[in-house]
């Protein structure tokens, strides 16, 4: 089972890859920050200086039917934010 497991592709985040070289991931919420760390090295093939990890809870959600109210809740997830070496990117579209 890999640790990440997809990239934060938003406007915000590819700003913040262009001015402050850092990269958001969702990862699994277990993962520590070592593993993450090791996980970015191996795929990108960068080196990383260093890793923020947030942990988001789920927020409660209604839907409001014909029939009856359906009430329930989103997922939590785990955030990374990856700090890079100076003069190394990440490219996320190199693939398409």
Known sequence: MSVIKRPVITEKYSSM???LNKYGFIVDKKASK???KKEVEK???VEVMQINTIIYGGKPKTRYTK?????????????????LKE???????SNL
Not at 67 to 83: D, H, S
Not at 87 to 93: A, R
């Open 17 to 19: 890859g262009e001015k």
């Open 34 to 36: 070592e593993s993450i």
């Open 43 to 45: 795929l990108y093939g």
């Open 67 to 83: 029939k009856n109210i359906i009430k329930g809740r989103t997922r939590g997830f785990k955030k990374a934010i990856v700090t």
């Open 87 to 93: 003069g190394q990117v990440i490219d996320f579209y």
